[in-house]
């Protein structure tokens, strides 16, 4: 049987495009002149149906897949970030695959250019690569000027926050606190907030350093399911 191509796994998505949802999604990811996703182009495909797709087209080589990543439509770049992460969990026993998947994403990271695409891959394809001992790299993912890379290094945290290390979200969290896009300041209140579904003592512990100076929607996140008297605390440093 050949191997899935590009070209099959694009006609696979429009088949499957919807301009109404197009439209939508064209506002909903902010593409307009000076918006974060100016100029991006959607066929209008939900999430369902996309991961459909991851399955049939796993196979995809990874020339292949970097056709799909560097494509103008959102939801190839899409396609081709979930097939990455399927192939990147399969491949237990093949760390040299990994490690393959690994630098096409870092080599692409400006393709990976919306929060959901981010979203959808950094966990797996950069957090869950790094060895305990060696993550410079959100480090200097964080201090890069691509917005992409700096929300990829503090959603990458999220692989490690599962397991209940929380250092690295901290320290990457510290610093992005002055920066000044909406994405990151979402991405980073998500993450502590994250950090205090599994310990509320954690999290306080690094907002009581640092929530006086927590750009308002990076608190706000960080501390939405609190109690409402401590979130109302906290809004109001009586903390």
């Known amino acids: 049987m050949p191997a899935p191509t590009a070209a099959?796994?694009?006609?696979?998505?429009h088949t499957r495009a919807d301009p109404d949802k197009a439209c939508h999604a064209l506002r909903f990811f902010k593409t307009g002149p000076g918006e974060y996703g100016e100029g991006d182009q959607f066929l209008g495909i939900r999430m369902p149906p996309l991961r459909d797709l991851a399955r049939t087209f796993q196979p995809l080589p990874?020339?292949?897949?970097r056709g799909l990543l560097t494509s103008p439509w959102h939801e190839a770049r899409m396609l081709a970030l979930l097939v990455?992460?399927?192939?990147y969990k399969a491949a237990r026993r093949?760390?040299?695959?990994r490690d393959t998947l690994h630098r096409l994403y870092l080599d692409h990271t400006a393709h990976v250019n919306n929060w959901d695409l981010v979203?959808?891959?950094a966990p797996h394809l950069v957090g869950a690569h790094l060895r305990p001992d060696d993550r410079a790299l959100l480090d200097r993912l964080a201090a890069s000027s691509l917005l992409w890379d700096r929300r990829i290094a503090i959603i990458a945290t999220f692989s490690f926050i599962r397991q209940g290390e929380f250092g690295d979200a901290f320290r990457i969290a510290e610093m992005l606190?002055?920066?000044?896009h909406d994405l990151i300041h979402k991405a980073v209140g998500w993450m502590l907030r994250e950090v205090g579904k599994r310990s509320q003592e954690a999290e306080e512990s690094f907002l009581r350093m640092h929530y006086a100076r927590m750009p308002r929607t990076?608190?706000?996140y960080a501390i939405e399911r609190f109690p409402e008297p401590l979130r109302q605390a906290y809004l109001?440093?009586?903390v």
Do not use: K
Not at 8 to 13: G, I, M, T, V
Not at 177 to 180: G, K, P, V, W
């Open 218 to 220: 990076m608190l706000r």
């Open 236 to 238: 109001h440093g009586q």
């Open 8 to 13: 099959a796994a694009l006609n696979a998505l």
């Open 62 to 65: 990874l020339g292949e897949i």
């Open 177 to 180: 606190l002055a920066d000044e």
């Open 84 to 87: 990455m992460v399927r192939q």
């Open 119 to 121: 979203d959808s891959s």
């Open 94 to 97: 093949d760390p040299a695959a």
